[in-house]
Nanobody
């Protein structure tokens, strides 16, 4: 079984930055997984934020975060990161990381087999 644990969330003012981390543990072949970040705001459906290929060579972003967020990974540390800059109040949500065993960096949530418990990000105006 694979466990994903997110960290790095918190309260920040609009225009500020946060870096989220997600570390995988357990029976994991982390370097073979595509990794994704999703978020869910109160009363809204979970939405795709970003994804990265197993090698880290290709990255993908939702239009709403493009140019502000950067996804990266360190396979030696079994960790994926989400650097979030120029944060806006509408970025407020619980952020989840997810792993796709097939190695496909999709924006479709049900394609991901493993999920973390989420970390809260709150951006004040």
């Amino acid at each position: 079984q694979v466990q994903l644990v997110e960290s790095g969330g918190g309260l920040v003012q609009a225009g500020g930055s946060l870096r989220l981390s997600c570390r995988a543990s357990g029976r994991t072949f982390f370097s073979t997984y595509a990794m994704g970040w999703f978020r869910q705001a109160p009363g809204k459906e979970r939405e795709f934020v970003s994804a990265i290929r197993r090698s880290g060579g290709s990255t993908f972003y939702a239009d709403s975060v493009k140019g502000r967020f950067t996804i990266s990974r360190d396979n030696a540390r079994n960790t994926v990161y989400l650097q979030m800059n120029s944060l806006k109040p509408e970025d407020t949500a619980v952020y989840y990381c997810a792993a796709d065993r097939a190695g496909r960096p999709t924006n479709i949530s049900y394609e991901y087999a493993y999920w973390g418990q989420g970390t809260q990000v709150t951006v004040s105006s």
